[in-house]
């Protein structure tokens, strides 16, 4: 019970940082490696804010997500759309990915040093629950982590923007003879994509400790979540997240931790030989 608790948790962290990355990829047709690092750098924002100003977590962890996604809209703004504008090949978009995911990854060792570094928060005790111990933190991240995934198939089931941004996945060229204002469907991509990043980030450092990899040893997971639920799919990144999880966690009731990432692309693996499109398909 205990190591589910721990997988739900982690595979909620998964899932929301996840969704992110699904949606830019299947928009803009480019995977951003960056992606874990503005996770990373959205734990960093929260954490400088909460220790170092001295301001309450709940507001530092609003902060951090403001400043994630001005990060992100300044990047659209001077890297990626004058890149999309000369026809970038997918490759060169993947390698400027990578070395932004390099730069800001060397910023906050630069800023905060290579060490582990913890929120001021005080430490709750546990509750009991069929023999294991839940904290109020973990608690706190499956709620969240599930209301911000009802939103968001709210947003894209319900909303102008949302169905403007299926309308793009599904065809982008399309879409803009159809009147859709790109521009802006991408701006909102990347806005809704970082603040569910930066919200990941800042909760796995909630549970976990805020290191400059931190982002980067979430990334591989993400793709593989992304993978199993089958590419560009949102419900399908989310039930990939949790599987994920899941599997990361029980695996180390028999095995070593450091194997928990190899035993997750096992699952990963052994899921796409029988369903090679995922297990929910391509994107819905």
């Given at each position: 019970?205990?190591?589910?608790?721990?997988?739900?948790?982690?595979?909620?962290?998964?899932?929301?940082?996840?969704?992110?990355?699904?949606?830019?990829?299947?928009?803009?047709?480019?995977?951003n490696?960056?992606?874990?690092?503005?996770?990373?750098?959205?734990?960093?924002?929260?954490?400088?804010?909460?220790?170092?100003?001295?301001?309450?977590?709940?507001?530092?962890?609003?902060?951090?997500?403001?400043?994630?996604?001005?990060?992100?809209?300044?990047?659209?703004?001077?890297?990626?759309?004058?890149?999309?504008?000369?026809?970038?090949?997918?490759t060169?978009?993947?390698?400027?990915?990578?070395?932004?995911?390099?730069?800001?990854?060397?910023?906050?060792?630069?800023?905060?040093?290579?060490g582990t570094?913890?929120?001021?928060?005080?430490?709750?005790?546990?509750?009991?629950?069929?023999?294991?111990?839940?904290?109020?933190?973990?608690?706190l991240?499956?709620?969240?982590?599930?209301?911000?995934m009802?939103?968001l198939?709210?947003?894209?089931?319900r909303?102008?923007?949302?169905?403007?941004?299926?309308?793009?996945?599904?065809?982008?060229?399309?879409?803009?003879?159809?009147?859709?204002?790109?521009?802006?469907?991408?701006?909102?991509?990347?806005?809704?994509g970082?603040?569910?990043?930066?919200?990941?980030?800042?909760?796995?450092?909630?549970?976990?400790a805020?290191?400059?990899?931190?982002?980067?040893?979430?990334?591989?997971?993400?793709?593989?979540?992304?993978?199993l639920?089958?590419?560009?799919?949102?419900?399908?990144?989310?039930?990939?997240?949790?599987?994920?999880?899941?599997?990361?966690?029980?695996?180390?009731?028999?095995?070593?931790?450091?194997?928990?990432?190899?035993?997750?692309?096992?699952?990963?693996?052994?899921?796409?030989?029988?369903?090679?499109?995922?297990?929910?398909?391509?994107?819905?």
């Amino acid at each position: 019970m205990q190591l589910i608790i721990n997988g739900l948790v982690i595979g909620s962290i998964i899932a929301l940082t996840a969704i992110g990355l699904s949606m830019i990829y299947k928009t803009l047709n480019f995977v951003n490696f960056a992606h874990g690092d503005f996770v990373a750098f959205a734990a960093y924002i929260a954490f400088f804010v909460n220790t170092s100003l001295g301001v309450h977590l709940a507001p530092a962890f609003l902060i951090s997500i403001l400043a994630t996604i001005l990060l992100g809209v300044f990047m659209e703004k001077v890297v990626w759309l004058p890149m999309r504008r000369k026809n970038a090949t997918r490759t060169t978009l993947i390698i400027i990915s990578i070395g932004l995911a390099l730069v800001l990854r060397n910023i906050l060792i630069f800023v905060w040093g290579g060490g582990t570094k913890n929120y001021n928060i005080p430490v709750r005790q546990g509750f009991s629950f069929f023999g294991a111990t839940i904290t109020p933190n973990q608690i706190l991240v499956i709620i969240t982590a599930f209301l911000l995934m009802f939103l968001l198939h709210y947003l894209l089931s319900r909303t102008k923007i949302g169905k403007a941004m299926r309308a793009l996945s599904d065809n982008i060229d399309l879409a803009r003879i159809s009147g859709i204002d790109v521009d802006k469907v991408v701006l909102w991509t990347w806005v809704i994509g970082l603040g569910l990043a930066a919200t990941g980030g800042v909760l796995y450092g909630l549970v976990t400790a805020i290191r400059p990899s931190m982002g980067w040893y979430l990334l591989l997971p993400m793709f593989a979540a992304i993978i199993l639920g089958g590419i560009g799919n949102p419900y399908g990144t989310i039930a990939g997240g949790m599987i994920i999880g899941l599997s990361q966690e029980l695996s180390t009731a028999v095995l070593p931790t450091e194997y928990k990432f190899a035993v997750s692309f096992v699952v990963m693996t052994a899921v796409l030989l029988v369903k090679p499109e995922g297990i929910f398909g391509g994107a819905k």
